[in-house]
């Protein structure tokens, strides 16, 4: 039996760093389709870039990957001329990797809680409830974070057992409302406006959103761990949209 395509793509994002040119093979580039908007499509393959890519002396570190159907994505900290944090998302079909969408974001904190923006459980569990968890977190980011009823937080979050990685907040649910919370003038800072995607294994779930960050139109990823019915831990990476005349290719940052 040949590779799961988690570890497939485990080794596809590590040859960044080795120059592997075999785990490349994964990658049907006749037909990928690349979303990162500031990448050129077919420019060059994918081999000659990430042996290139290897030459500089990058850091490549795969926090966490799983596996969702024809899907995968990982949670991924490189080191290139500066220190990211990212989530991976690619499309199987016929065994190979087909699409690509990723959300990268410069790594900060800690946060006031202590907490890196990749620390933490790093393997899925009760895989059983795989699509109970993927239903009850899109629930909480179109009834909360999108639909704006702040109220309904503790339906969803344990609120004695919250761990927050976004390097911003201070953690806990109390940090996390005042976040989503309009200010002022009516404003929300951090403005979900359209969920994507929502992609799971077991007790972990991603969602792909799209919204504003102070006034900026941007991508939202967010990845939530689950636990006895409630939310228990959550990383994410913010990045902003680049306008429609800069990007490289046209397929779209969604």
Not at 24 to 38: C, F, K, S, T
Not at 82 to 105: L, P, S, T, Y
């Amino acid at each position: 039996m040949g590779a799961s395509k988690k570890n497939q793509i485990r080794a596809l994002l590590k040859s960044i760093e080795t120059g592997d040119t075999e785990a490349v093979a994964v990658v049907d580039e006749a037909r990928y389709i690349q979303h990162n908007p500031q990448t050129h499509e077919g420019s060059e393959g994918l081999a000659v870039l990430f042996k290139r890519l290897s030459e500089t002396n990058p850091r490549v570190n795969i926090v966490r990957a799983f596996e969702d159907g024809d899907y995968v994505f990982a949670h991924t900290e490189y080191d290139f001329s500066r220190r990211n944090i990212g989530f991976e998302v690619f499309r199987f079909e016929d065994g190979r990797a087909v699409e690509h969408w990723d959300n990268i974001q410069p790594r900060l904190g800690p946060n006031p809680a202590g907490h890196s923006m990749v620390d933490g459980p790093t393997e899925a569990c009760d895989h059983g409830l795989t699509e109970a968890n993927r239903a009850f977190v899109r629930s909480f980011v179109e009834t909360v974070l999108i639909g704006e009823q702040l109220e309904r937080l503790g339906d969803f979050l344990d609120e004695n057992n919250f761990t927050d990685h976004n390097p911003g907040l201070a953690g806990g649910v109390s940090a996390l409302l005042s976040a989503l919370e309009a200010g002022d003038a009516g404003n929300r800072r951090i403005d979900y406006q359209k969920l994507h995607r929502v992609l799971a294994e077991g007790n972990f779930v991603l969602t792909v959103s799209e919204g504003r960050n102070e006034g900026i139109h941007c991508a939202y990823y967010d990845l939530f761990r689950i636990a006895d019915g409630k939310l228990v831990e959550h990383w994410d990476t913010t990045e902003k949209i680049a306008p429609r005349s800069e990007w490289k290719n046209d397929n779209g940052k969604f």
